[in-house]
């Protein structure tokens, strides 16, 4: 077998890569590890975390909201594995989806593990030891990450695991304490503390989502709060130890005094790291960075200008959406075109509720480059909408050039960010003032009216409902 293009792995990135090249007319092969396709993303990570975050978020409105809504139920309660059968289902349908995108694309999928035998020669090894070895005049690696582990902390998969186990829990936690207040963390953690375990967030830094515009960090803190989510930030995490059903975790607090906190379960969610192991790279003289990751240049080439890399493997933020316009941009170079990505326009979400999502430059990354800058702020609370759904926490936070009134960054914590955010991304994308959105009619009673209010408070300190 012969093929224009190889990539290695399915996730978004991968499989995008491979439907654009197939698109582009290229003889296209597909290499994934596991039995089904689709990646971390699909299977253990963006979806279904998405389908429990939904799950437990209708049970805590139906615990916490129905009465106020002239709803009454009797004998309300959280049937643990029903949900994760539902999440499951929407798992397979969705690597289901993918499989299906492959054979209309006329993808050739080889399942196993792939490697590089030589600069064009790519071996898939199954799981049964059995090896397919064919040529390729290009290939992608897309390989994606796992989850980051301390070196002291014992992964037993039982008591003590990452968030890949956490997606399968058959029961709600008396007290789960999560090490690590970034995204994946404060997502799952958001999910059991609403079907009503005790939550603790123990996190390194004085923040949580500490890559995010501060203002976010707290907002969401304090609507966490609400949930009964304990945090304890600035907590050094020292060591984890389990003996039968309680986990105990010992941290040192900011006066370097020792805490313990025990509970039945422990997630560690410190990040995640590029997965390269097995690919072969020593046989091509690709190296990988102090990280693990893989170095690429402008147009995301390797050291070998034939063999690129995209998504996890590479510097950047580890976002599904990120990898997918890498696919799509290494599939178009290959083929000729002049794509481009810009990658401070890619939006940040966390999927709690309220939501975060974020795109540009946070308010502390204008400071420090010494951009002069305006802010403007719109709370939901002052929405119709929000107060109509019960939806008041957060704010849209608007940073426009002070000069120029470009719009620089919008950090939105607050009901629907996810989809929101996509407003202030066109407006970026096509260079847009705030005055620009704060003249743009706005539908009545939308969350969105809290974008051109926050434009009109960045323009002329003018919003209308506040």
């Given amino acids: ?104 694309n006329k993808i050739d999928v080889h399942y196993g593990t792939g490697s590089f035998v030589d600069d064009h020669t790519v071996k898939v090894t199954d799981k049964d030891g059995k090896e397919n070895t064919f040529s390729t005049k290009k290939a992608i690696i897309a390989t994606g990450s796992k989850p980051a582990n301390l070196p002291f902390i014992s992964l037993d998969k039982e008591r003590v695991f990452t968030s890949t186990e956490a997606l399968n ?34 996190e390194f830094l004085d923040s949580i989502i500490p890559t995010m515009d501060r203002t976010m960090g707290k907002e969401l803190q304090r609507s966490m709060k609400k949930l009964g989510v304990k945090f304890y930030l600035s907590h050094k995490v020292t060591g984890v130890e389990r003996k039968g059903e309680e986990v105990t975790v010992t941290a040192e607090d900011k006066k370097e005094q020792t805490v313990e906190f025990k509970g039945d379960y422990c997630m560690v969610a410190i990040g995640r790291q590029a997965y390269t192991e097995g690919l072969g790279l020593e046989n091509i003289g690709i190296k990988t960075d102090d990280r693990g990751r893989i170095e690429v240049n402008d147009h995301l080439q390797t050291s070998k200008s034939h063999i690129f890399a995209i998504g996890d493997v590479i510097k950047g933020a580890m976002l599904a959406h990120k990898a997918e316009e890498e696919g799509v941009y290494v599939a178009e170079y290959v083929a000729g075109q002049k794509p481009h990505i810009n990658y401070n326009l890619i939006p940040g979400v966390v999927y709690t509720w309220p939501e975060v999502a974020a795109v540009g430059q946070s308010e502390e990354q204008l400071k420090e480059a010494g951009i002069p800058y305006k802010s403007g702020a719109f709370p939901f609370r002052a929405l119709g909408r929000a107060r109509a759904s019960m939806d008041i926490d957060g704010q849209v936070k608007v940073l426009a050039h002070k000069e120029t009134d470009e719009i620089l960054g919008v950090h939105i914590v607050g009901p629907r960010a996810a ?39 960045a323009t002329e300190d003018r919003p209308l409902h506040i």
């Fill in 169 to 202: 829990l058959q029961e709600v936690p008396k007290h789960i304490i999560i090490i690590g207040g970034g995204v994946i963390g404060l997502e799952l953690g958001s999910v059991y503390a609403r079907l009503g375990a005790k939550v603790s967030v123990v």
């Fill in 419 to 457: 989809d929101m955010i996509a407003e202030a991304v066109v407006a970026m994308e096509y260079r847009a003032s705030a005055e620009d959105i704060s003249r743009m009619s706005h539908a009545h009673p939308t969350f969105t009216e809290a974008m051109k209010e926050a434009c009109l408070a």
């Fill in 1 to 104: 077998m012969n093929y224009d293009i190889t990539i290695i792995g399915s996730g978004p990135g991968g499989y995008v890569a491979a439907i654009r090249c197939a698109q582009l007319g290229m003889k296209t092969a597909l290499v994934e590890k596991y039995p089904t396709l689709g990646g971390t993303c699909l299977n253990v990570g963006c979806i279904p975390s998405k389908a429990l975050l939904d799950s437990s978020e209708h049970y805590h409105n139906a615990h916490k909201t129905f009465e106020e809504h002239g709803i009454q139920l009797k004998d309300l309660g959280v049937d643990m594995p029903q949900m994760i059968k539902r999440k499951d289902a929407v798992v397979s349908q969705t690597t289901a989806g993918v499989e299906f995108l492959m054979k209309k």
